[in-house]
């Protein structure tokens, strides 16, 4: 059993910056695959970025390359979301996910993900 905790959330305005956090326990971080997911009320889970076990690959949504950043410091088994250039659009319960059974690209399915931390709120204003 893997347990995610976030923690980074807040309210920022439009062109800020926020650095969400992700710590991993119940098994080894060297193994999992990471992923970044958002959600707001009334639409599904969208993939937003991660990150393989060996952080050799990352892989981004459209809507936010070039701005967030998903990096991983096994010192720590923490992974991160580097968030610049906010928008409004970016506001959304933000979760962690972790993955240990496919772990040699990144995927960015919800179904692709095993175990899911609790989301940390973003809301951006204009």
């Known amino acids: 059993q893997v347990q995610l905790v976030e923690s980074g959330g807040g309210l920022v305005q439009a062109g800020g910056s926020l650095r969400l956090s992700c710590v991993a326990s119940?098994?080894?971080?060297?193994?999992?695959?990471m992923g970044w997911f958002r959600q707001t009320p009334g639409k599904e889970r969208e993939f937003v970025g991660g990150?393989?076990?060996?952080?050799?690959?990352?892989h981004y949504a459209d809507s936010v390359k070039g701005r967030f950043t998903v990096f991983r410091d096994p010192t720590k088994n923490t992974v991160y979301l580097q968030m610049n250039d906010l928008k409004p659009e970016d506001t959304a319960v933000y979760y962690c996910?972790?993955?240990?059974?496919?772990?040699?690209?990144?995927?960015?399915?919800?179904?692709?993900?095993?175990?899911w931390g609790q989301g940390t709120q973003v809301t951006v204003s204009s």
């Open positions: 990150i393989t076990p060996s952080a050799d690959q990352t």
């Open positions: 996910a972790a993955d240990w059974r496919r772990t040699l690209v990144v995927g960015s399915g919800v179904n692709w993900y095993d175990y």
């Open positions: 119940g098994r080894a971080f060297s193994t999992l695959n």
